[in-house]
Each structure stands twice: as C-alpha cells, then as structure tokens.
C-alpha cells in the first residue's frame, strides 16, 4: 500500500529528505529519477527548486 509524503525539505544538488505519513523517512536525489528536460529544465535553479512543498 502506498503511504502519502507529508513532509519535504530541499537539500543540496536536488535530492529531498521526504517523510511518509507512517513516520519512514529517507532522501531522494531527484535527478536519479527524472531529467531536468522541456518542462522541467527550470528546477537546474535551486530559486526555483528550494519552495518545494507537500500540496495537502
């Protein structure tokens, strides 16, 4: 069963530290998993990608 993030914090070189609703937490390096191409070549800005946020 899938668990819902309900935290993120941006760290250094893309990767979020994101945290589950059942308490697990770990770190993420975002451009492991999607490239910064077309739509979002604009998150390469870390003004751009730090106000990453949970939409509750």
Do not use: I, Y
Request: zero cysteines; charged letters at 30%.
């Amino acid at each position: 069963m899938l668990k819902d993030v309900v935290a993120v914090e941006p760290l250094a070189e893309h990767r979020l530290r994101l945290r589950f609703e059942d308490g697990a937490q770990g770190v993420v390096a975002l451009p492991d998993l999607v490239p910064f191409e077309g739509v979002l070549d604009a998150l390469r800005d870390a003004e751009v990608f730090r106000p990453v946020r949970v939409n509750a």
